[in-house]
């Protein structure tokens, strides 16, 4: 198991490398100057243009920048953006922020979403299992914008129950209503995930078995079904966190919230590479990590995997 | 005023597509239920800064909000942008070319040190100089010795055209005359910086100390979160604060500060989203302004252009130009908040003539266009099958749309194919209109740095003028500018400026399309919300209740 997870760290150096690479050269390739777009069409001095093409390294061939880039990693200094901040100090406001409304959507989606999915799946074809079904569809089918619009607009400024948009300092409490609008549309995969994965499992083996030994109901309902129930529930859950981690752009817009995706779009529109690429870097540590927690909860859920 | 990262990269016109419906301004009467309170501070929408807080480096509206408040100058701008003096004393010349400014004598900056007239040359002299990579250092041009300082590689920092006579006087040598030199020492790039700036300018870009209404208070500047401004009470100038304060909440979308103008949760918004444009008057009855600003929209038809050349090129100008149902675009696309352009500056602005001579060929005409059209075919046949493109950035709401409509109009007008054509990113179109690449028009459009006719002609349409994007050059139209700017006054000048529009409105090196103005709501919380000349909210008299 000790080995497996170094196995996995050490995976982690090429990935890193081969992202960021290609991310760098996506930027990089994508048309357009980035200087000249900074004086947003007003006249800029042309030895101005010039003193900052230098500063930012624009003037080099690709491999140098490249080169140059990550001779600044080893030092751990992530470069500059454009208006002249450490990229280090840009990401280290945005990731808490992003980071508190991910786990809170993941929260959201993991508790409400087994939840339901356990009863739905126990109570098969019963009102409370179709009622969901029908709910979990209609989620799925509307898009975030519009469910984010809607609870901003009912429960923000009609009722009045929560700040429509997010203060500056993103607290918690100011983050539920942006963490529920990403959490839902995963919230209802995840009912449907573990609501058929439960309904299959009540007719395995080994929970016959766990009946016939006279074991009570809720027993035979959380230790055996449940827990062997939960891997695709897990799966998902690793990879949303990740997608989470990335920053979700409607949602931080509608709620102004100052996180990530933000963050990264515009950084992705101004062609400013040193904070594209440090986002994608951290992000795929997020991935690689959320992947390993996952297969190692694997083998916690299901004894009958192991790994050397 | 600079331009907003936001909207041009959303699309200068469009988004801040806000826009008009009338030029006069319709603003909604003021509640005053409550009594006001001097001491309460308010809070409107911003961006954060797109550069360090550097008078010289700030070029667009995020960063232009908070500079125009905590930094005063020579002059300032009053509500409809009359130039009055600030901080000089008296600016005088006898040829446009050699000014002698005397600046008022015990004023200070709001740490208490006094303001010189040394703080005004080394500021200038900072901003002008090519090793400080400076991005308005274009402003300082028309000084004497900015060639040398603002050559690639330069090391010289002093221009010798500014000269420190005595603690309260400089003199300021051009390189040739303009009239309208003192109009633009209102603009951020030519404010004072104190003594103090130079040891660590890193740190006072982040903290900058300023001799404006306001200051920033101490570690008032949270990175993408907020800013907050203090009232400075050194501040001897006309526009002392009447609130206790301003912060800036710092929003990525617009429609994220619109829903909280909505509930009270922000006092101010000065830019009404797309999406609120068709009801913004309802859901802010008596709580909203909308009024033209100094800003434009245009299309540009680039002169290298093989058949816009000659006689025939400029017919079909003017055919296309006769083509477009302006009031139609601003009633369909706009919901009527736009006001259709007769000329090529701005309604606010001193100087400008609705009814030029020649102003015709901005009207819809369809049996005019068509005419022109098949005129200019006679000459030299438009090619089969060419299609007349028009290149835009669509990183933003609004250009699509309206481009979409005018090429339709184009279209029908006049037979022709006609077509948007989108690009991703504002820098790539950018690169595009910079590099000369274009195979068409492309959308264009121009905001005010500070309140002069000449400031929409000359860097424009002047021969190899820095944002001449379509490479017009008239000898006809730059002697007309070099006369505007040689004359004795502001206002022979501008009738001469007006002239100088007659040309263009002959040759339309760019067809002018609708004036922009600002759609501005606020809260139940507060009162006297006025917007000035360039669209932006007299902060300092917003009373809170």
């Known amino acids: 198991m000790v080995m497996f997870t170094l196995r996995r760290f050490l995976q982690l150096i090429p990935v890193f490398f081969g992202a960021t690479l290609l991310v760098y050269f996506l930027v990089f390739a994508t048309p357009g100057d980035p200087i000249a777009a900074l004086s947003g069409g007003k006249p800029m001095a042309p030895a101005v243009q010039a003193a900052l093409r230098a500063q930012y390294n624009l003037d080099q061939p690709f491999w140098i920048q490249y080169g140059l880039y990550l001779k600044n990693l080893v030092t751990l200094n992530l470069g500059q953006t454009f208006s002249g901040q450490d990229v280090s100090a840009v990401i280290g406001r945005a990731y808490p922020v992003t980071a508190r409304l991910a786990f809170m959507a993941l929260a959201i989606e993991a508790i409400f979403g087994v939840l339901f999915g356990v009863i739905a799946g126990l109570r098969k074809g019963k009102l409370f ?6 709910a979990s569809l209609v989620v799925i089918a509307v898009p975030t914008f519009v469910l984010g619009f809607v609870l901003q607009l009912v429960i923000g400024v009609q009722l009045g129950w929560a700040r429509p948009t997010v203060s500056g300092a993103a607290p918690w409490n100011e983050l539920i209503l942006p963490a529920l609008v990403l959490g839902l549309v995963s919230l209802a995969y995840v009912i449907r995930l573990t609501r058929a994965s439960i309904s299959e499992n009540m007719n395995a083996d080994y929970v016959r078995t766990a009946t016939a030994k006279g074991l009570s109901r809720g027993r035979v309902v959380l230790v055996h079904i449940l827990r062997n129930s939960l891997i695709p529930v897990v799966t998902f859950l690793g990879a949303d966190l990740g997608s989470l981690m990335g920053g979700a752009i409607v949602t931080e817009g509608i709620f102004n919230v100052p996180g990530v995706g933000n963050l990264l779009y515009k950084a992705i529109l101004k062609g400013e590479s040193a904070t594209v690429v440090a986002v994608v870097g951290i992000l795929v540590i997020v991935f690689v990590v959320a992947n390993l927690v996952v297969d190692l909860l694997y083998a916690w859920l299901d004894p009958r995997i192991r790994y050397v | 005023m600079r331009y907003s990262r936001t909207s041009k990269a959303l699309g200068l016109a469009a988004v801040l597509a806000m826009s008009i419906t009338a030029c006069g301004g319709t603003s909604g009467g003021n509640n005053t239920s409550a009594a006001a309170n001097t001491s309460k501070a308010i809070t409107a929408n911003g961006t954060e800064p797109q550069n360090p807080l550097l008078p010289a480096n700030t070029n667009e509206v995020g960063g232009g909000r908070v500079m125009d408040l905590i930094f005063s100058g ?5 509500v409809h942008g009359k130039t009055v003096n600030e901080l000089a004393q008296s600016i005088t010349t006898t040829d446009s070319q050699h000014y002698t400014i005397k600046i008022k004598s015990g004023q200070t900056f709001s740490d208490g040190t006094p303001i010189t007239a040394k703080n005004f040359v080394d500021a200038w002299n900072y901003g002008a100089a090519a090793k400080n990579a400076q991005l308005n250092s274009y402003f300082f041009a028309p000084i004497k010795g900015y060639d040398k300082v603002s050559a690639d590689k330069s090391t010289l920092d002093t221009m010798e055209g500014l000269k420190v006579v ?17 109009l633009a020492l209102g603009y951020t790039a030519f404010y004072p910086m104190p003594e103090s700036a130079y040891k ?10 300023g001799d404006g209404p306001y200051k920033l208070a101490p570690g008032g500047w949270k990175h993408d979160t907020s800013i907050t401004l203090i009232p400075n009470d050194k501040y001897q100038g006309p526009n002392k604060p009447k609130n206790g304060g301003v912060t800036f909440t710092l929003y990525s979308s617009p429609d994220a500060a619109y829903t909280d103008v909505q509930s009270d949760n922000l006092d101010v918004l000065d830019q009404v989203p797309p999406s609120g444009l068709q009801n913004f008057k309802t859901d802010f009855k008596g709580r909203f302004v909308n009024q033209a600003y100094a800003g434009n929209a245009t299309m540009t038809i680039p002169s290298y252009l093989p058949e816009f050349k000659g006689e025939a090129g400029q017919m079909r100008r003017q055919a296309i130009s006769m083509s477009i149902d302006r009031q139609q675009i601003i009633d369909k696309i706009f919901y009527g908040n736009k006001k259709v352009a007769t ?6 602005l001193d100087g400008y003539d609705a009814n030029l001579p020649g102003s015709d060929v901005l009207k819809y005409n369809p049996t005019k266009a068509k005419e022109l059209w098949a005129a200019a075919d006679k000459i030299s046949p438009w090619p089969a099958g060419k299609v007349f493109t028009i290149t835009s950035n669509i990183d ?3 250009n699509k749309e309206y481009i979409t409509a005018m090429a339709n109009q184009i279209a029908t007008t006049l037979g022709i194919k006609a077509q948007l054509n989108p690009i991703a990113t504002f820098k790539e179109s950018r690169n595009l209109i910079n590099s000369k ?3 068409g028009a492309s959308r264009a459009g121009w905001q005010a740095d500070y309140p002069s006719l000449q400031d929409f002609l000359g860097p424009l349409y002047g021969t190899g003028a820095g944002s001449n994007d379509g490479d017009y050059s008239s000898p006809a139209f730059d002697a007309k500018l070099k006369e505007g700017l040689a004359a004795k006054s502001v206002d022979e000048g501008n009738k001469i400026f007006n002239q100088a529009q007659e040309i263009l409105l002959k040759d339309l090196p760019v067809i002018p399309l609708w004036y922009q103005a600002v759609q501005g709501v606020w809260s139940n919380n507060v009162t006297n919300v006025e917007f000035g000349w360039n669209g932006v909210p007299l902060y300092y008299n917003i009373t809170a209740k």
Do not use: C, R
């Open chain 2, 166 to 182: 005595d603690d309260t006087t400089f003199t300021v040598d051009l390189t040739a005359p303009e009239s309208d030199f003192p």
């Open chain 2, 437 to 439: 690449k274009l195979t």
């Open chain 2, 74 to 78: 020579l002059v300032s701008y009053d």
């Open chain 2, 200 to 209: 660590d300018i890193k740190a006072y870009g982040q903290n900058p100390v």
């Open chain 2, 396 to 398: 933003g709401a609004g």
């Open chain 1, 129 to 134: 299992d179709a009622t969901v079904l029908v």
């Open chain 2, 343 to 348: 000329e090529f500056t701005s309604p606010v």
